[in-house]
């Protein structure tokens, strides 16, 4: 792997989910400020998971097509310019215009997974997307506990703090940042702006469909949990928006643990196949248990096996994909597993609330066992 490009990549990512880890838990701070409430925060937020669906193949496909440096610097300026829309935002259209531009040009997520098999190997690739889970999960740590502590300055700190990094890294790729995909490279087919027309071509290839399969059914096994865990930790153990914080910090530096480190030490014995099938059984026991335990100490261990399950599967499973797609098709595959992720993002967190209130408490961990079980059996075509 090239260190110095995959640096920019894993920092890349690491602005990026830091500047929305900040700013998304104060969204309902900011539409306050002019009046609104929980509804128009609401409809933020699905606004824009909204837009982020539709936008990462896109993107994908255009850094196909022109390259994956002008697409990244792209997405950095346009978060950049939307952090500081926040910032200065001095009525709710503005608010609402910030939200629509990092929606469209915020997502660096599919181009940063794109240039990471442009410059890996076939046996480097699952190291390199576990690295840049690490990147992630640094990034979701920190953000909340950033975006707080800058709060406490000014509403608009933290928004600003975020533009500054997200310029700074677009000077930075600008100067320093070679470009991955050779122009001989290049894809030469048109760009469809249809999320859905892109994913049924990638369910097309047999040698594909099972690992989107087993993508889209793990991460929606795994979507819910983060907006129901709260809830599922109050009715049954009491827990506070204070324990839960803790619990998500634990789950963050599990994250960076196993995909930092862990990963590329295993992988290269047991190999992505293998790995994948193992943190699959892994997650489904892990979740299993945290639906049957009526010990609260015993969720960390059990969400740590959980975490390790879905931490070694995920980039297991999005490094076999890889392999299996042109050079050239590289970006619109990564956009294509960014729509299927945000696919789970909008429809798991609503099954999971309606199991919650209409089946019970522990369900939505059952199903979740289920999902993980059922992707590992798909799994195994692969």
């Known amino acids: 792997m090239k260190r110095i490009p995959l640096s920019f990549i894993l920092i890349t990512i690491f602005v990026d989910v830091l500047g929305y880890s900040m700013i998304i838990p104060l969204l309902p701070f900011f539409v306050q400020k002019f009046g609104a409430g929980a509804a128009?925060?609401?409809?933020?937020?699905?606004?824009?998971?909204?837009?982020?669906?539709?936008?990462?193949?896109?993107?994908?496909?255009?850094?196909?097509?022109?390259?994956?440096?002008?697409?990244?610097?792209?997405?950095?300026?346009?978060?950049?310019?939307s952090y500081a829309l926040f910032g200065f935002a001095a009525a709710l259209w503005a608010i609402f215009l910030a939200v629509l531009l990092d929606g469209l040009t915020g997502n660096n997520l599919t181009t940063c997974y794109a240039y990471?098999?442009?410059?890996?190997?076939?046996?480097?690739?699952?190291?390199?997307?576990?690295?840049?889970?690490?990147a992630f999960g640094l990034g979701v740590m920190a953000g909340p506990a950033l975006g707080g502590l800058l709060s406490g300055y000014?509403?608009?700190v933290p928004a600003f703090f975020g533009a500054g990094l997200a310029f700074a890294n677009t000077l930075y790729g600008f100067f320093l940042l070679p470009e991955s995909l050779a122009p001989e490279k290049r894809s030469a087919h048109p760009i469809s702006f249809n999320a859905f027309t892109q994913?049924?071509?990638?369910?097309?290839?047999?040698?594909?469909?099972?690992?989107?399969?087993?993508?889209?059914?793990?991460?929606?096994?795994?979507?819910?949990?983060?907006?129901?865990?709260p809830l599922f930790s109050n009715a049954r153990f009491g827990w506070d928006a204070r324990q839960n914080g803790f619990f998500f910090a634990f789950v963050g530096m599990l994250a960076v643990l196993v995909q930092g480190f862990l990963y590329r030490r295993i992988q290269p014995k047991y190999g992505e196949r293998r790995l994948a099938m193992i943190g699959l059984a892994l997650m489904s026991v892990g979740m299993a248990g945290i639906a049957f335990t009526p010990l609260a100490?015993?969720?960390?261990?059990?969400?740590?096996?959980?975490?390790?399950?879905?931490?070694?599967?995920?980039?297991?499973?999005s490094g076999l994909a890889s392999p299996r797609t042109s050079e050239s098709q590289q970006g619109l595959l990564m956009g294509a597993l960014q729509s299927l992720h945000g696919l789970t993002n909008i429809i798991g967190p609503i099954m999971a609330g309606l199991a919650f209130e209409y089946i019970g408490v522990s369900?939505?961990?059952?199903?979740?066992?289920?999902?993980?079980?059922?992707?590992?059996l798909i799994s195994r075509r692969i």
């Open 40 to 81: 128009v925060a609401g409809t933020l937020a699905s606004l824009y998971a909204f837009l982020q669906l539709f936008s990462g193949p896109v993107l994908g496909s255009l850094s196909d097509r022109y390259g994956r440096k002008p697409i990244l610097l792209l997405c950095l300026f346009g978060t950049a310019i």
């Open 116 to 134: 990471i098999a442009d410059i890996t190997t076939n046996d480097e690739r699952a190291r390199g997307m576990s690295l840049a889970g690490a």
């Open 154 to 156: 000014g509403l608009q």
């Open 199 to 229: 994913l049924r071509g990638f369910f097309s290839i047999a040698s594909i469909r099972p690992i989107l399969l087993a993508l889209f059914t793990l991460n929606l096994a795994f979507s819910g949990l983060q907006t129901n865990f």
């Open 297 to 317: 100490w015993s969720l960390f261990p059990l969400v740590a096996l959980a975490g390790l399950g879905s931490s070694t599967s995920i980039p297991s499973l």
């Open 363 to 376: 369900s939505p961990y059952w199903i979740g066992s289920g999902l993980a079980l059922l992707a590992l």
